[in-house]
Structure formats: structure tokens, C-alpha cells
């Protein structure tokens, strides 16, 4: 199915980046639902469909232990490394490490790093950093739901430090809340935080009351979605909410937790979203980094575990980031939908935000 987009804010020197490595393989974690197969798919996929020779490559470095520290305690990251040198094991019911997994998980968030130093300054427009393990369910003291490291709220972090700016967005559209990014700037009022899942559902955070505390008030903003809800409302909740509270934000870099694990075809979640829709909120993005913060946009892989899912979603990404007038969406949109209530959650969520109210 041949679907057409004439919504792109146009710019003829287009420069998107892809960062990418082979040691993101080598986080080894058996028939786990995260394994390498999957960046291993959407590697070929990326090959074989000629997307790959229009982006600029751009290898990972590794992060630093003073760059992990701006979000994780330092005796956490000293026991992730020590599991690593022991062959790995489970850190809890949800997140497994083999040998070479600390090696890996530096290389992820270190792969945000490389992704942000090239944006603002001005190397390429926009940024996709392929990386695993994933990161947004980090604590500063705890790995959970497959994540190790926070490597989006790492760079967030790396960014306000090392850049002459002061207001991050992050956009998480992943199905599961990102609990650990939401932690690290929940009172923070230089990071906007806007996660759109499914709820209730792991980690059973996310809820529309949690909006920040003392000065990150209103910078905290959740839009939960029950299960069913697919492009209409992903797409609503983009106009109706984040659309609205980012031209208040004013933020100077846009960073992105791409979890492609809301489609309807991906059994890990009961989310409705097609690939068409994912392209759909990659050009709203586009068009806000164009229009608020000259263009810079990173994007991070998060979840996706339906592997012609996942390639797809990040090739379709990436045409958007492009400015590709076409996507082709082979698996089609999800049938028999009948969900209901996205009006009363907006009303909702605008009475929370005091974004609205400024």
C-alpha cells in the first residue's frame, strides 16, 4: 500500500545520520524477546531497500562512566560491569546481560552521544541512533524491562551540559512508559518529558496525574491509551497535546524514544498503529524540530519486536527524515476498530498540564 505525504516542512540539504555498530550484536540474550536479530533485521532491510547509501554513517563512541553518572549512581554501574566480567546473568526478572553486554550498553548510550554532537553541531539535521540494549526503563539505581542503561535521558542530560541550550523534549512513543526517563526529570523544568502507552500495562506507571513535582511541574506529561487505540488517536494526542505544549516549551533539541512495539502486529503489546502511522509521527516531529528548534532531531531505538515490524517502522523513519514523498506499508492498517474516549482523555490531560493554562 503506496501512501503519499505532502505535510514536510521542505529543506533541500536534507542530512540524516544513522549511528550503528556491530558490538550492539554482541549483547547476546538468547531467545529473548531483545536480541540482536533485531537490529540485525533492520540493518538488511535498511540495505537491501537502498535507504542506507542516503544517510550519513557515523560510528558509535562509548559513553563514559562520568557520562553514565548523570543519571546512574556509581555503584550501579561498577555491578553492571561486574556482571558482565562474571558471563552475565539476569539483573531482574525482565533483563539479561552476557559478557559482552557493559561493552554494548556503553556503545548504546555513547551511540546517543555521537548522534547529539552531530546535530548541534551542525554535521546533519536529524539523527537515528540503531542502538541496543534499549534504555528508557532505566533507574538511577535499577535495569528493568530490558534496559540497562538510560541512554536517552543520558544524552539529554549530555546535551544541556555540553551545549548552549536549556530546554530538551523528549517524545517517547514506545508502548510501555518510560519509567526511568520520567524519574530522572520529573523535577527538572529544563526537560519536557511527553510519553504517550499503552496503560495499564508494565511498568504500571504513567498515569495522567503525574505531571512532575516542584520545579518540573507541568514538564512531565503522560498520555495513556487502553489497549485498541491506534493512528487516530497516536495522532490526536500529537496535535491535541503535544503539538500545543512544545511550542510553549520552546525546546532547542528534540530527542525521541522510538519504541515501534505499539503496531498491531506485535504481540508483546494490543496496540493498533501501522507502519503509515509511525511515518505520521515522525513527520509531526520533523515538522516541530523544524519549526522550534532548527531542526534538531534525534531518534533512539527502544522496543519493536515483530522484526518485519520493526525494519519497516525504522525504514519508513527514516524516508520521512529524508523527505521521501512515499511510504509503502505492505502490512496495512489494523481492522475491525471500534475504540472510543480519546475526547474525554484530552479534555483530561489539558486540565493537568499547566502548559495550557499559561
Request: with cysteine; net charge negative; proline share 6%.
Amino acid at each position: 500500500m503506496a501512501i503519499l505525504f505532502h505535510q514536510l516542512w521542505y529543506n533541500e540539504d536534507m542530512r540524516t545520520s544513522l549511528i550503528y555498530d556491530p558490538i550492539y550484536l554482541e549483547h547476546t540474550t538468547g531467545n529473548h524477546p531483545e536480541n540482536p536479530q533485531r537490529v540485525a533485521a533492520i540493518m538488511s532491510h535498511l540495505e537491501e531497500s537502498g535507504v542506507k547509501k542516503k544517510l550519513i554513517l557515523l560510528p558509535p563512541r562509548p559513553a563514559s562512566v562520568e557520562e553514565l553518572k548523570m543519571v546512574h549512581d556509581a555503584d550501579y554501574i561498577s555491578r553492571i560491569k561486574s556482571v558482565a566480567e562474571r558471563g552475565g546473568d539476569w539483573l531482574d526478572p525482565d533483563t539479561v546481560m552476557g559478557p559482552k553486554s557493559y561493552k554494548a550498553a556503553l556503545y548504546a548510550a555513547g551511540g546517543l552521544l555521537t548522534a547529539v554532537e552531530a546535530v548541534m553541531e551542525e554535521e546533519v539535521n536529524s539523527s537515528f541512533a540503531l542502538v541496543r540494549p534499549p534504555g528508557h526503563h532505566a533507574t538511577r539505581t535499577q535495569a528493568m524491562g530490558f534496559c540497562i542503561f538510560n541512554n536517552v535521558a543520558i544524552a539529554a542530560k549530555f546535551a544541556l551540559a555540553n551545549f548552549n541550550i536549556d530546554r530538551v523534549l523528549i517524545v517517547d512513543f514506545d508502548v510501555h512508559h518510560g519509567n526511568g526517563t520520567q524519574e530522572a526529570f520529573y523535577t527538572n523544568p529544563k526537560v519536557l518529558y511527553f510519553s504517550i502507552h499503552q496503560y495499564p500495562f508494565y511498568p504500571g506507571t504513567g498515569w495522567i496525574n503525574e505531571v512532575g513535582s516542584g520545579k518540573g511541574e507541568g514538564y512531565t506529561v503522560n498520555f495513556p491509551m487502553p489497549a485498541g487505540w491506534g493512528d487516530e488517536e497516536y495522532l490526536r494526542a500529537f496535535n491535541e497535546i503535544l503539538i500545543p505544549v512544545a511550542r510553549r516549551f520552546q525546546p532547542q533539541l528534540i530527542l525521541v524514544s522510538a519504541g515501534f512495539d505499539p503496531h498491531w502486529a506485535d504481540n508483546i503489546a494490543m496496540m493498533q498503529v501501522s507502519i503509515t502511522g509511525f511515518a505520521q509521527m515522525v513527520i509531526t516531529l520533523k515538522n516541530l524540530a523544524s519549526e522550534l528548534c532548527k531542526e534538531r532531531l534525534v531518534f533512539t531505538l527502544e522496543g519493536g519486536y515483530n522484526l518485519q515490524v520493526v525494519a519497516s517502522a525504522v525504514k519508513a523513519t527514516f524516508d520521512m527524515l529524508l523527505e521521501e514523498p512515499e511510504i509503502v506499508d505492505t502490512l496495512g492498517k489494523a481492522t475491525g476498530r471500534k475504540p472510543e474516549g480519546v475526547e474525554e482523555r484530552i479534555k483530561k490531560i489539558k486540565q493537568m498540564q499547566h502548559l495550557f493554562q499559561q
